[in-house]
């Protein structure tokens, strides 16, 4: 297990990964910061009207999705540059631990400064705005009505197809990662449609993977979904595909050598 993981070694590595990176993250959450409030408050300008707790949640996915998966591109841009990667490959840690360090930063400690750095924009511009006699809203992310906290089990699968590129790739991950995940995305797009055309024997209007199907017959329009009790269990697809994929990084980075 020591071999694997040792406490006093992980804290030592995870310390000098933030010491060394402190500066990098805190102008990257300067940026975030700076890019959410010119955004929300260029919209919430030109329209003349609030931002409110819909437009709200629209935003913060948008934003969670985008900045996470750029950041979690670059984490280990650092196996991409021969000399920064023997740097680290010899590094008296294990690869899970090296990991385990460019995971937490990437996906639970993102997560924290993403969600505070919303709430910090999104109170400012609700307070600067002109609600007249309207009640002021602020999005309640772990709301049980709107059902926000969704994103972050979208981000946790987008998250892994992240960071399998970024230790796959050796330059330009981003690019590189974002191509092959669009590629993926549309043949399976495509392949579901006509896969569901051939059994239905009919032309879908729409055919989106793992949701509902919709078609028209005589003028009449049809629209199939899942029972709910298995439209629940929906969630657990990008669960999976995470959990694979952050294994098969971690099987990649364990095949890098000096």
């Known amino acids: 297990m020591k071999n ?30 700076g890019s959410m409030t010119l955004v929300m408050g260029f919209i919430a300008y030109l329209s003349g009207s609030p931002i409110v707790s819909q437009q709200q949640a629209i935003f913060f996915i948008l ?3 985008g900045s996470g998966f750029i950041f979690t591109s670059s984490i280990f841009s650092n196996l991409g540059n021969k000399n920064q990667a023997v740097a680290a490959l010899s ?10 360090v460019g995971w937490l930063y990437s996906f639970l400690i993102f997560s924290v400064v993403f969600t505070a750095s919303f709430y910090v924009v999104i109170t400012l511009i609700v307070n600067l705005d002109e609600w007249h006699s309207q009640e002021k809203e602020i999005l309640n992310v772990f709301s049980a009505e709107q059902e926000v906290y969704g994103a972050y089990i ?6 892994a197809v992240a960071i399998w590129g970024a230790i796959f790739f050796t330059k330009t991950q981003f690019i590189k990662t974002a191509f092959v995940f669009l590629v993926l995305a549309g043949l399976l797009t495509t392949l579901n449609f006509q896969v569901l055309e051939a059994i239905f024997q009919q032309d879908l209007h729409v055919a989106t993977p793992f949701t509902n199907v919709g078609f028209q017959v005589d003028k009449e329009y049809y629209s199939l979904e899942l029972p709910e009790q298995q439209q629940r269990l929906i969630v657990l697809v990008p669960i999976v595909l995470a959990l694979l994929f952050w294994a098969t990084a971690y099987a990649r980075i364990r095949e890098k050598q000096l």
Request: positive net charge.
């Open 91 to 100: 590094l008296p840690a294990s690869h899970f631990e090296k990991y385990l």
């Open 4 to 33: 694997h993981f040792n406490f006093r070694r992980f804290g030592q590595l995870f310390k000098k990964h933030s010491v060394e990176n402190f500066k990098q993250y805190a102008l990257s959450t300067g940026v975030l910061i």
């Open 63 to 65: 934003f969670l999705l």
């Open 154 to 159: 979208i981000y946790a699968f987008l998250h």
